[in-house]
């Protein structure tokens, strides 16, 4: 890891460890931090080297993951929650039927 990468792989770490908290716009704001600091490598005169950037990539995708396994369990839970909902007013119903 090149010094000149290893603020994004700080910030990968930060954002990857402020997810589980919810905190959503705090998220996004990290997300965000780190994509100007990623635009903002076209404007350094010191060029990384490809497996430097490979690293960081792989990071990347490796946060993006967590991201999507994370927006899974919330999809999840909201469905079983919905689930739930409809299977009470299922039972009220059947009860005032009786």
Known sequence: MTALLQPLHASLETLEAHLPSGDHEGSERLMAEHLQAVAALTLSVERPTDDAIRTL??????????MVQLRDEA?????HGK???RAAHAYLKAESLA
Do not use: D, T
């Not at 990539?57 to 967590?66: K, N, S």
């Open 75 to 79: 999809a999840a839970h909201l469905n």
């Open 83 to 85: 689930r739930s909902l």
């Open 57 to 66: 990539l792989a990071h990347q995708q490796r946060v993006m993951g967590r």
